[in-house]
């Protein structure tokens, strides 16, 4: 009964993804509980009588057992309450539903350049093997895994901007372009397509290019070096020997048919850095003054904003865990060896 | 290292090399020998090995290398460019970069070298643990491991930070806190393969506690493995550690550690661009020196990944 297996397959990966969730509230409610601010004064401020601190205290749950008030926090975050973050006093929630748009952009465009560059470097260095392409892009690869990534945008700043004038500056628009379109999505290229204004979008576009080719030189690493050893290993195989003594041309064999049969495990590996690309989005965010959801976690940080900071990381938790999901399923869906 | 290694070397050579070694010590010299040729041979992990002793030289003599004191505020010589007293520049508070950057290594080894020690001894526990009990202790622990990995690394260090205070030591236990994951699950699995084989079992049918046969058996045959996986790790604790000390939340200035040195450089890029590059390449080489030796260590101690 295959269909049945698929079932309890599937209700076991649904147990184990709400255990993580589970298991990732446990870690930002224990988090929550061990800073060093006393919540009640947050609230009140330090000059409010016993009476006062005593009842607050009471409202806030905090006389509870832990437990309970791990129930409550948990029943809380299921709402959508992340509680209110105290630098924009404004629930967390719509804060970084407003912040998320502009790092899924600078993501987004940084998986773009990963995925460009990243498998025909992979593809060329197997092709290569122990050969000169090969060795220029494991050094390049090392190197990518050396440099710390604000510095790099420093200098990306420093050269391109500053110096050689080809990029502008830190931001998403020009000043001068800023608040034009309507935020629709909170995507501005998106946005500005939508509204027809193209200045906007070319502006946009051309913000995106130095923080999304600086974050997106990151995948290209990893993407290359996956697709290497898929690549490796489909080269091997007896299907490549036959199809080259049929007299297919060496292009339509390494780019159809070795590429073509690693595209299910390159799929997943895809969805694998479009996560590491959300965690590196916070140091590029900070140099780039990126408004997203990084630059966020990193200002409500610098304040002790922890509402703020503990709702940020689990949203980002919650997309970590999502795309490994997306990935495992991904896989199952497409590469029909794995059903 | 003098002559008199050098006149024993051939005798040495030949005892290490030896067909038929004698003890059980002189049988372990002799692969750590092997392997040490093997390495050797690997031009680049030499670099790195070279990189990493330069380090902790410079850490080490940091004091008699240093042309200034790293803290002392002179505002007289403040943003120098490089020049032949100062060659690496001057800072926002006329310090000497190239002092600090000196006197900075010393907190870069000590992050490595602290988290390099907690984070894969708590792993290799809990992974050899969890592969040799197995059962609901296995599941509960990893359970507990996928939860860690679920997180992004320096969201969850961000994190813990938040919640201890900014501060050197905190980043160094907000790093080991997540660090610990990936070594258990290496630990676990290596545990799994050699759990059933008869070595096992002759020490168990010998009385053998279970304590005794994980860290005794257990652990040492994990051990290789994480070796190389650390050594691998450690450049990206380096970055970790930065990006912390970048972000304001590490070392605290006047701390000079490298990060943090750079964010302070930063309002100063376009004009003065020497105080936030220096330490950004002596990030870039230290951290390319552990690559480059974890690389040349995985190619000697792990051949299984070639």
């Known amino acids: 009964m295959p269909g049945r297996r698929h079932a309890i397959r599937g209700a076991g990966l649904l147990v184990s993804v709400a255990l993580t969730v589970l298991g990732l509230l446990l870690v930002t409610f224990l988090i929550g509980r061990v800073v060093p601010i006393d919540p009640v004064i947050a609230v009140v401020g330090d000059r409010v009588s016993a009476d006062t601190y005593a009842r607050v205290r009471q409202e806030l749950g905090l006389d509870l057992p832990l437990w309970q008030q791990f129930l409550r926090y948990v029943g809380d975050v299921l709402q959508g309450d992340f509680g209110t973050s105290v630098l924009t006093s404004r629930p967390v929630l719509e804060d970084i539903l ?54 790099l945008g420093l200098m990306a700043l420093l050269v391109f901007y500053a110096r050689l004038d080809w990029a502008p ?17 909170g995507i501005i290229t998106a946005d500005a397509l939508l509204a027809g204004e193209s200045d906007v979008f070319w502006n946009a576009l051309h913000h995106l290019v130095l923080p999304a080719g600086i974050l997106g030189l990151y995948s290209v690493a990893y993407i290359a070096r996956m697709t290497r050893s898929f690549m490796l290993d489909q080269l091997r195989q007896e299907y490549i020997t036959t199809a080259r ?22 799929t997943t590996v895809v969805a694998l850095s479009y996560a590491s690309l959300l965690e590196g989005s916070v140091l590029t965010e900070t140099v780039f003054a990126w408004p997203g959801l990084g630059l966020y976690i990193t200002n409500s940080l610098l304040s002790a904003d922890m509402n703020a ?15 490994n999901l997306l990935s495992d399923l991904l896989y199952r869906l497409l590469d029909p060896r794995a059903r | 290292m003098t002559a008199q290694t050098q006149t024993t070397e051939s005798g040495l050579r030949a005892w290490l090399t030896a067909e038929t070694p004698h003890s059980r010590g002189q ?62 520049g001057t800072d926002a508070f006329g310090r000497d970069i190239l002092s600090r950057i000196l006197y900075g290594s010393r907190l870069t080894l000590m992050i490595v070298a602290l988290v ?43 994190a813990f930070v938040s919640a201890l205070g900014p501060g050197i030591e905190n980043a160094i236990i907000a ?63 380096i970055l970790t550690a930065a990006g912390l000390g970048f972000l304001g939340l590490g070392a605290q200035p006047p701390a000079p550690e490298w990060g943090a040195m750079i964010a302070t450089g930063r309002q100063y890029v376009l004009e003065q661009w020497w105080v936030a590059t220096m330490p950004g390449i002596a990030i870039f080489v230290v951290s390319l020196g552990f690559n480059l030796l ?11 990944g070639q």
């Open chain 2, 294 to 304: 974890g690389d040349g260590l995985r190619d000697v101690l792990d051949p299984k």
């Open chain 2, 27 to 88: 049988a372990r010299l002799g692969r750590v020998y092997l392997g040490w040729l093997a390495f050797a041979r690997n031009r680049l992990a030499m670099i790195g090995l070279g990189i990493v002793l330069l380090l902790v030289l410079m850490a080490a003599l940091a004091p008699l290398l240093a042309p200034y004191d790293p803290y002392t505020q002179n505002l007289s010589q403040r943003l120098l460019p490089p020049s032949a007293a100062h060659w690496l």
């Open chain 1, 98 to 151: 407003r912040v998320f748009p502009a790092t899924l952009e600078l993501a987004t465009a940084a998986l773009v350049v990963g995925v460009l560059l990243g498998i025909p470097a992979g593809v060329m260095a197997a092709v290569h093997r122990g050969r000169w392409p090969d060795h220029l892009i494991r050094v390049i690869g090392l190197i990518g895994h050396s440099i710390p990534i604000f510095w």
């Open chain 1, 245 to 266: 003594v049929k007299g297919m041309s060496e292009a339509r064999v390494i780019w159809r048919h070795a590429l073509g049969n690693i595209a299910v495990p390159l």
């Open chain 1, 169 to 185: 500056g830190p931001g998403r628009v020009d000043v001068f372009y800023e608040g034009l379109v309507d935020p629709v999505t």
């Open chain 2, 116 to 158: 390099a020690v907690t984070a894969p001894v708590a792993g290799l526990l809990i992974g050899t643990v969890a592969g040799y009990l197995g059962g609901w202790v296995d599941a509960v622990l990893m359970r507990v491991t996928d939860i860690f990995l679920a997180f992004p690394k320096l969201i969850l260090a961000l």
């Open chain 2, 175 to 237: 790093i080991a806190i997540t660090s610990w994951p990936p070594y258990a699950r290496i630990a676990r699995a290596e545990t799994i393969t050699i759990r059933k084989s008869d070595f096992i079992s002759a020490a168990r049918l010998q009385g053998a506690s279970t304590p005794r046969i994980i860290l005794g058996h257990v652990v040492p045959l994990c051990s290789s493995s994480l070796i190389v996986r650390v050594t691998l790790d450690m450049a990206g604790i």
């Open chain 1, 309 to 323: 900071v503990l709702g940020g990381t689990l949203v980002v938790g919650a997309v970590f865990i999502g795309l």
